[in-house]
């Protein structure tokens, strides 16, 4: 993961640095750094544990045209300030990296026999004494960046300073994002666009093997065989407008909040008057859409839950899913039948391990690729043939929220589509879609509804913030939901949450039921329902503790053993989508009781780009 930002101007560009870094601190904020080369020519570097504020507050004073920068989410190496990036080389030269470096113990043995003296235990440091080196041999900057990226083996984006050529900032890109923003007589480097909003619109996405040459005129882009290579002039959307916290005391609370908005603008224009369309699935849909038969879904996390609960409406529906982890997926062998269709789900469309199993899908004989994503810009998108943008609006809180449920109704539509393909010509809908379709369009008020819970949750999350395990269970399209809801427990609140698939607490589980333990029951009016109600006496009759979300028309009532919360009635196709929302707001209130740090919990990060 990491956030890196870099800039060359005739200005000095330490503020541009730092503002840059705050806005990229999902990516990573264990640690932040840079350096600049100051008037004298010399590096000046700063580096700190913590948040980017805490690097600010030891910037005074700092001066430089030309620097880079960097938020740092640990992989090699704790987070200590040692560890922190920039890293640099006998005072010389300055890198930042986003990425892994797999042959960073080979490299090191080498150049501790050339002298070079190691003070962190990154895999990152490796790099700039190999740029040194290069440099001392009687290269330029750029040339020895070049040398040394055909020596790496991993994954990086990179950028790249030096004293001795105070105007040239370097970049290379080898499966970490990174981009090059443009501005009026200054340039920039960062690992998205969200880093450069107050100093640029324009931008170029480098791709995997591109290597850059930047000063604050001009930008030059060759491959890593040195043969320049054209990338094109893009212009960003992004604004400052959705980084507002409105009022809210945390982003996922107003995250939360704004699902209704979020999911009345993901089906606006997706649907017809009974119908869902096909087109905006892509120019090409129809018929990709008309040759699929099977379905094959790579995820990572809550995108992964929510493919998860997908799986029930594709194979209600008669059209065979399957479902993967993506870094699990990318590890092995694959046997893809005849008219399969590859689909990715990501918030962050830059999830490394989903972006590579997408490249390796390519490579199997799949009909097509399809992505459900959050972010235009981003590179799941940009290598993906059919694209359907869930449009949640920025999601900065770490615990992904309205980008999960948009990622379901987004997920529905495409089951409905498919569906039509299973019943005729694919072109007409029948009443059971025109059915499905009415209850799409009255989602938003049914998630205010479930919203308007948020007191009664209130109440019941002071059960929750002096225990240290949960469990929650659900069945059918439900039992993801609770697998959900765990997720968002366990990521912000830090209590140990496991989901089980109630049918299975029988088998293991139940021994661990006791009053101390929570038990989170999703109970939606189906045809699952009873079988759901004889688990939870299985809990009960143990002396458990049961928290249940019940339909308002269920006979689930609370006693001494059980909290009933009543969820307004509500179809079984949306159901999924409703109950997610009572699960987010007891995370989020448990995590509040605790004081936990919810928009940027321990040790995480909002998009994953390493493996
Ligand atoms: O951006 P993506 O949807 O690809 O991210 C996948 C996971 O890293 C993400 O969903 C993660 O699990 C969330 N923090 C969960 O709230």
Redesign the pocket.
Known sequence: MCGIVGAVASRDVTATLIDGLKRLEYRGYDSAGLAVVAENNELDLRRSVGRVASLESICGGISGQIGVAHTRWATHGRPAEHNAHPHTSSSQVAVVHNGIIENHNELRLVQKERGFVFSSETDTEVIVHQIDWHMQQGQDLFNAVRTTVSELHGAYGLGVVSKHEPGVLVAARSGSPLLVGLGDGENFIASDMSALIPVSQKYMVMEDGDIAKITSTSIEIFDFQGSPVERAVLISTLSDEETDLGGFAHYMKKEIHEQTRAITETLEGRLGADSVLDLPFGENAREIFDKTKELKII??????NAACVARYWFEEFGIKCDVEIASEYRYRKHVVNEGTLFAT???????LD?MAALEMAKTLGYINTLCIC?VPESS?VRASDLTIFTHAGREIG????K??TTQLVTLLMLAICLRRRRLGDGRSADVMEAEIVQELRSLPQQIENALDLEDDIIAMSKHFADKNHTLFLGRGAHYPIAVEGA??LK?ISYIHAEAYAAGELKHGPLALIDEDMPVVAVAPNDELQEKLKSNLEEVRARGGKLYVFADANSDLESDESTLVLKVAPVNNYIAPVIYTIPLQLLSYHVALLKGTDIDKPRN?A???TVE
């Open positions: 995820a990572c996390g809550t995108s992964y789900i990501s918030q962050s469309g830059e999830t989903t959050n799941l770490v615990a992904s929220t980008a999960f997720l968002k990521e995480l909002k998009s994953v």
